[in-house]
């Protein structure tokens, strides 16, 4: 009794994911007076977010186009992010986006001396970046989960 007949173990070869990830942009707008009780910002800003990545290049995703050889050839493959034989040659699957053209306009009308009323209006972009989230950054294939069983069978005596 009290044996062991199967297990599990996982064996890390990579534990940290250094997540990554940048932003530019460039932003213009200008103030026109419409009225003396009446002020107009309009402003547009342009956005890019390249995806997110890690710093080692250790990143794998799925690559519906890429050839699997383990079911004879058919698409979908898993990839490993970088450069070097049996990498993809990219930092990360997506392209990066550089449409993020985001107009803007403010409003500003004084009800009085004292009481002035603002509103606003903008398209804004930003990545899927969360604490905890990792940048959707996994690394399936760089780390084993193996299972254990034991092929013993009772020998019938008690």
């Given at each position: 009794?009290?044996?062991?007949?199967?297990?599990?173990?996982?064996?890390?070869?990579?534990?940290?994911?250094?997540?990554?990830?940048?932003?530019y942009?460039?932003?213009?707008?200008?103030?026109?007076?419409?009225?003396?009780?009446?002020?107009?910002?309009?402003?547009?800003?342009?956005?890019?977010?390249?995806p997110?990545?890690?710093?080692?290049?250790?990143?794998?995703?799925?690559?519906?186009?890429l050839?699997?050889?383990?079911?004879?050839?058919?698409?979908?493959?898993?990839?490993?992010?970088?450069h070097?034989?049996?990498?993809?040659?990219?930092?990360?699957?997506?392209?990066t986006?550089y449409?993020?053209?985001?107009?803007?306009?403010?409003?500003?009308?004084?009800?009085?001396?004292?009481?002035?009323?603002r509103s606003?209006?903008?398209?804004?972009?930003?990545?899927?970046?969360?604490?905890?989230?990792?940048?959707?950054?996994?690394?399936?294939?760089?780390?084993?989960f193996?299972?254990?069983?034991?092929?013993?069978?009772?020998?019938?005596?008690?």
């Amino acid at each position: 009794m009290e044996q062991v007949d199967n297990a599990n173990a996982t064996f890390y070869t990579s534990t940290v994911i250094d997540s990554r990830s940048k932003s530019y942009s460039l932003f213009v707008a200008d103030t026109w007076r419409i009225t003396p009780k009446l002020t107009i910002t309009p402003g547009v800003r342009w956005e890019v977010d390249p995806p997110a990545l890690d710093g080692n290049d250790r990143f794998s995703y799925f690559d519906p186009n890429l050839p699997n050889p383990g079911a004879g050839g058919l698409l979908g493959e898993v990839a490993y992010a970088g450069h070097g034989q049996g990498h993809s040659g990219r930092r990360f699957p997506e392209d990066t986006w550089y449409g993020g053209i985001a107009p803007r306009i403010g409003f500003a009308y004084a009800l009085s001396q004292n009481t002035v009323i603002r509103s606003g209006y903008g398209l804004f972009y930003d990545n899927a970046n969360m604490p905890g989230y990792d940048g959707g950054i996994q690394q399936d294939g760089y780390n084993a989960f193996a299972v254990f069983g034991s092929s013993m069978r009772p020998s019938g005596r008690i």
